[in-house]
């Protein structure tokens, strides 16, 4: 996406690449492009003709990228010491399961949670069964509920991020990038009702202050 030519190209996890001259592939242009008109609320909508499942395919995969980058950034400032619980400020703190590996949730430093939560997403988009790349290969009937637990968990690194890791992001210059990032993510679960207001609720008030004026 266009934002992420900064200077720091250091991803947390390796890039997941959508292949060239797939349908997928044009559509990703397609929301780049839309996305430089600086209508978010538009550019998130669903083109006319396109299958939901894929629109919402892509744009997970290019928000898992644009997330990877981000952290990437700051993953100097994000220690077993800085953070030994992964929080979204005071109120808030998760436990990591996936239901397969970790059944049971376990309290984790934040580095780990979002470890362990990048690699499972890594993993679900890896599954061609899940994310099907080839063209004519169906989306499998669970993948709309994939989808939002891909998207309802990196908003944590987001949460994450704000809450404790604002200032170095500042220090970065890589404020500007991280807003818009995620005023985009935030406008494509807003589109799609993709995650549950109460798992938001850490950034409420950032939510609203980014949203009001576009309303």
Known sequence: SQFLGSRSSKTFKPKKNIPEGSHQYELLKHA?????????RMAVMLP?????????????????????MLYGTITDFCTEESCPVM?????????????????????CSAPKYIDYLMTWVQDQLDDETLFPSK??????????????????????????????????????QEEA???????????FVQEF????RRELAPLQELIEKLTSKDR
Not at 32 to 40: D, F, I, M
Not at 151 to 162: G, N, S
Request: proline share 5%; aromatic share 14%.
């Open 135 to 172: 063209i004519g290969v169906p989306f499998p009937k669970n993948f709309m509920s994939v989808a939002k637990t891909i998207l309802k968990r990196l908003f944590r690194v987001y949460a994450h991020i704000y809450h404790q890791h604002f200032d170095p992001v500042i220090q970065l």
């Open 87 to 107: 929080s979204a400020g005071p109120k808030y703190e998760y436990h990591w399961a996936d239901g397969t590996n970790i059944k049971k949730p376990i309290k």
């Open 193 to 196: 009702n993709l995650i549950d």
């Open 177 to 187: 990038h991280l807003n818009t990032s995620f005023k985009h993510f935030i406008f």
């Open 32 to 40: 780049e492009a839309t996305l430089g008109s600086g209508n978010l």
């Open 48 to 68: 006319e003709g396109e299958d939901l499942n894929e629109w919402v395919a892509v744009n997970t995969v290019d928000f898992f990228n644009q997330i990877n």
